[in-house]
């Protein structure tokens, strides 16, 4: 049997709305990667689009690529799958991804804090949010992890 050769290497990333995914991890898996999106979703882009999901994403030709970016932007899914229901200011069910659900998320966290909800003032207090006990094991603070400490010049050890 004859292989035939790619001109594409396994080890290129490829590029999916401001995602790099790397080109030998299948395309259930790869899409993944991108924030956002879950195996749920993930599946359901693979059977819609008619995409096989054991191949490979450096197998994916410019046109797939393209209509995975155009789906992502505008999907056509379930109600139950998106990850934002009637939302506050518009009243619409959208589904962010990237960079986009990270801004969203960190402005609710703000006007939570604005209105001084419960949710709100344990943001600001640093406490836990959804109902952790606090009297022993919660994170607390900024994670520090161990420095070196620097030895002034001149002194002898």
């Known amino acids: 049997m004859e292989e035939k050769k790619s ?3 396994q080890d290129t990333l490829i590029r999916i709305i401001s995602t790099d ?3 030998n991890t299948k395309i259930y898996v790869g899409l993944k990667k991108i924030k956002g999106i879950s195996w749920n979703l993930s599946n359901a882009i693979c059977t819609i689009l008619r995409l096989d999901r054991n191949k490979r994403m450096f197998e994916l030709k410019k046109e797939e690529i393209e209509k995975i970016e155009e789906f992502l932007k505008n999907p056509k899914i379930p109600v139950w ?6 939302d506050l200011e518009s009243g619409e069910n959208k ?4 960079t986009e659900l ?3 998320k960190e402005f609710d966290i ?3 804090k604005k209105v001084k909800s419960y949710k709100g ?3 600001l207090t640093g406490l836990p949010v959804r109902g952790q006990r606090t009297k022993a094991h919660f ?6 992890g161990v420095s070196k400490s620097k030895s002034k010049p001149g002194a002898t050890k």
């Open 7 to 9: 001109n594409i290497r």
């Open 21 to 23: 995914i790397p080109g």
């Open 81 to 86: 799958m998106v990850n934002r229901k009637k």
């Open 95 to 98: 589904h962010l991804i990237t």
């Open 102 to 104: 990270d801004l969203q």
């Open 110 to 112: 703000r006007r939570m």
């Open 121 to 123: 003032v344990r943001h």
């Open 139 to 144: 994170r607390y603070g900024k994670a520090v």
